[in-house]
């Protein structure tokens, strides 16, 4: 054990001058996305919101899949700058199958999945338990849900599965609320948006968040029959308005029942805690999640639930137009800003942060996170940051040396992330407002050793969205949970990755799934896809 530690430690203090590397893969892997906001000068909130991605393995073939959404061209009265001639083939969401040999095929048309609205964000689960992948689109003025039929197509059952989403769905999350094992749906709804409503300071360029009216969110019931009952009154959603831009879903509080975060748009973010009877109560400024570090509501775009610091518990990360919120977590109410002490907050007050995810990327043992940027109303390009985590509640910019990706500049929205080429480090895409998606491949160099846990549930959902996942190797601990949408209008890989650092091999594998019965396996090789089904 002695020498197993040593060595540990060896590495780790290694490894800090280690690099974390990125390579811009899109030109060969044959994806060819390029967003669309539907007008020749971007010229609304409809506009500049942009969209996101999800990664998901819709034929079950153990390789991620890779589906993007887009805008599109609306009547010209919802454009004030609207396109003089209407493009050909009018700009639609795309899937992307994965070929396993870093080539992607498009296969948009023959899934049927192309959609017909100006769209947001995209979540993916399995809602009706047949073990196929489905999807979930948000778009303005509705939400599409697409059931995966197990032949490569899919059929849009939103209005048999009844629901009925009106006003402007921007960001989605499933989660077993009820842990009934089968997932519902969580709708973020942004503002009652008026294409007519065009007053304005010169200056501001168009209307902003607060020109419009706040909304309401929306809670589905799954009834476990294919349909959904809208359950936002009784479940305690009616009462509380927002301008809701990014939503996810975890257990902050190790209940054993998720609960939701709601980013919000120049208004207080709402943290709604599960009551576990079916309800929810809003504890957002009790929580400490509510404001910006400075008592600011800040534009708040992607939250995401992940463990900085290896304690089991979940801590918060949002981006912002401002400096950002690194919330930790202690196991006790309030949250803590510690935002300025990680050394984020003086590398992120220079751009508008939208797009993120929190993973280890090196596979030394601590999560590390990275962020795209982008202009927040005027089409501004802007370079995007990664911070290693160095341990210890610190992060380091290591930006510079990222890889050349990192030298040029984009307009940055949504962002999703996943290990594509199943090499054990996660790699990511980026949606960029009215401009081409980049596909980045991680390509650090000696990284550590890894394993990936994939979850088939039974008893729970088919998913095991909610389960949370222990790994135990030597001194090493390391925790997450299955989340199904987080960081902007997004959705990362199904799949659970853990860095192990020097160790190349795992003691245990603790599987706590939503209905709380655990499943323990143990002596597991390091470096592969593990897939754990729940007995």
């Given at each position: 054990?002695?020498?197993?530690?040593l060595?540990?430690?060896?590495?780790?203090?290694?490894?800090?001058?280690?690099?974390?590397?990125?390579?811009?893969?899109?030109?060969?892997?044959?994806?060819r996305?390029?967003?669309?906001?539907?007008?020749?000068?971007?010229?609304?909130?409809?506009?500049?919101?942009?969209?996101?991605?999800?990664?998901?393995?819709?034929?079950?073939?153990?390789?991620?899949?890779?589906?993007?959404?887009?805008g599109?061209?609306?009547?010209?009265?919802?454009?004030?700058?609207?396109?003089?001639?209407?493009?050909?083939?009018?700009?639609?969401?795309?899937?992307?199958?994965?070929?396993?040999?870093?080539?992607?095929?498009?296969?948009?048309?023959?899934?049927?999945?192309?959609?017909?609205g100006y769209?947001?964000?995209?979540?993916?689960?399995?809602?009706?338990?047949?073990?196929?992948?489905?999807?979930?689109?948000?778009?303005?003025?509705?939400?599409?849900?697409?059931?995966?039929?197990?032949?490569?197509?899919?059929?849009?059952?939103?209005?048999k599965?009844?629901?009925?989403?009106?006003?402007?769905?921007?960001?989605?999350?499933?989660?077993?609320?009820?842990?009934?094992?089968?997932?519902?749906?969580?709708?973020?709804?942004?503002?009652?948006?008026?294409?007519?409503?065009?007053?304005?300071?010169?200056?501001?360029?168009?209307?902003?968040?607060?020109?419009?009216?706040?909304?309401?969110?929306?809670?589905?019931?799954?009834?476990?029959?294919?349909?959904?009952?809208?359950?936002?009154?009784?479940?305690?959603?009616?009462?509380?308005?927002?301008?809701?831009?990014?939503?996810?879903?975890?257990?902050?509080?190790?209940?054993?029942?998720?609960?939701?975060?709601?980013?919000?748009?120049?208004?207080?973010?709402?943290?709604?805690?599960?009551?576990?009877?079916?309800?929810?109560?809003?504890?957002g400024?009790?929580a400490?999640?509510?404001?910006g570090?400075?008592?600011?509501?800040?534009?708040?775009?992607?939250?995401?639930?992940?463990?900085?610091?290896?304690?089991?518990?979940?801590?918060?990360?949002?981006?912002?137009?401002k400096?950002?919120?690194?919330?930790?977590?202690?196991?006790?109410?309030?949250?803590?800003?510690?935002?300025?002490?990680?050394?984020?907050?003086?590398?992120?007050?220079?751009?508008?942060?939208?797009?993120?995810?929190?993973?280890?990327?090196?596979?030394d043992?601590?999560?590390?996170?990275?962020?795209?940027?982008?202009?927040?109303?005027?089409?501004?390009?802007?370079?995007?940051?990664?911070?290693?985590?160095?341990?210890?509640?610190?992060?380091?910019?290591?930006?510079?040396?990222?890889?050349?990706?990192f030298?040029?500049?984009?307009?940055?929205?949504?962002?999703?992330?996943?290990?594509?080429?199943?090499?054990?480090?996660?790699?990511?895409?980026?949606?960029?407002?009215?401009?081409?998606?980049?596909?980045?491949?991680?390509?650090?160099?000696?990284?550590?050793?890894?394993l990936?846990?994939?979850?088939?549930?039974?008893?729970?959902?088919?998913?095991?969205?909610?389960a949370?996942?222990?790994?135990?190797?030597?001194?090493?601990?390391?925790?997450?949970?299955?989340?199904?949408?987080?960081?902007?209008?997004?959705?990362?890989?199904?799949?659970?990755?853990?860095?192990l650092?020097?160790?190349?091999?795992?003691?245990?594998?603790?599987?706590?799934?939503?209905?709380?019965?655990?499943?323990?396996?143990?002596?597991?090789?390091?470096?592969?896809?593990?897939?754990?089904?729940?007995?």
């Amino acid at each position: 054990m002695k020498i197993s530690r040593l060595c540990a430690l060896a590495f780790l203090a290694g490894s800090l001058q280690a690099q974390i590397q990125f390579q811009d893969v899109t030109a060969q892997s044959g994806i060819r996305f390029t967003h669309s906001f539907g007008a020749a000068e971007l010229g609304s909130l409809l506009e500049s919101a942009g969209s996101g991605c999800v990664w998901l393995d819709y034929n079950n073939d153990g390789r991620p899949d890779l589906y993007v959404v887009s805008g599109r061209p609306l009547a010209k009265e919802m454009h004030p700058y609207p396109l003089r001639t209407a493009p050909a083939v009018a700009p639609h969401n795309h899937l992307y199958r994965n070929d396993g040999n870093g080539k992607f095929t498009d296969v948009t048309d023959q899934a049927g999945v192309a959609g017909d609205g100006y769209g947001f964000g995209a979540v993916a689960a399995d809602f009706d338990n047949d073990g196929r992948t489905d999807l979930l689109v948000t778009a303005y003025g509705h939400v599409t849900l697409y059931r995966n039929k197990g032949d490569g197509t899919f059929e849009d059952v939103t209005a048999k599965s009844g629901l009925n989403v009106t006003g402007w769905a921007i960001a989605a999350t499933w989660l077993d609320y009820d842990r009934d094992g089968c997932v519902d749906l969580f709708i973020g709804r942004y503002v009652k948006f008026d294409p007519k409503y065009r007053a304005f300071y010169a200056a501001d360029n168009y209307p902003g968040p607060l020109d419009y009216a706040p909304e309401t969110n929306l809670l589905f019931h799954n009834n476990c029959h294919g349909g959904f009952t809208d359950v936002s009154e009784k479940a305690g959603f009616a009462a509380y308005k927002g301008r809701a831009m990014g939503v996810t879903a975890a257990d902050f509080d190790g209940d054993g029942y998720p609960d939701i975060y709601v980013a919000n748009d120049k208004t207080e973010s709402f943290l709604f805690h599960n009551k576990r009877d079916g309800t929810f109560e809003e504890i957002g400024l009790d929580a400490g999640v509510a404001f910006g570090q400075n008592g600011e509501s800040t534009s708040a775009m992607g939250p995401v639930f992940f463990d900085m610091n290896n304690t089991g518990r979940a801590d918060l990360w949002v981006t912002d137009s401002k400096y950002n919120r690194l919330l930790r977590n202690a196991g006790k109410l309030p949250f803590t800003d510690v935002t300025q002490q990680a050394g984020i907050s003086r590398q992120a007050a220079q751009y508008v942060s939208w797009g993120t995810g929190a993973f280890d990327f090196d596979n030394d043992g601590r999560t590390d996170l990275l962020v795209f940027h982008g202009g927040l109303i005027h089409q501004i390009p802007q370079e995007h940051s990664l911070f290693r985590n160095l341990g210890g509640g610190k992060f380091q910019d290591v930006s510079t040396t990222g890889g050349e990706f990192f030298a040029t500049k984009s307009v940055g929205r949504g962002a999703c992330f996943a290990d594509f080429d199943n090499d054990g480090k996660v790699d990511a895409f980026l949606v960029n407002l009215g401009g081409p998606g980049v596909l980045l491949r991680n390509t650090s160099p000696g990284s550590g050793h890894w394993l990936t846990v994939s979850l088939v549930g039974t008893k729970s959902n088919r998913d095991g969205v909610g389960a949370k996942v222990e790994v135990d190797a030597a001194d090493l601990k390391l925790f997450a949970e299955r989340v199904a949408g987080s960081g902007y209008l997004s959705q990362d890989d199904p799949r659970l990755h853990f860095g192990l650092g020097a160790q190349g091999k795992v003691d245990r594998v603790i599987v706590t799934w939503p209905g709380g019965a655990r499943q323990v396996l143990d002596n597991v090789a390091a470096n592969q896809v593990l897939t754990v089904t729940e007995k």
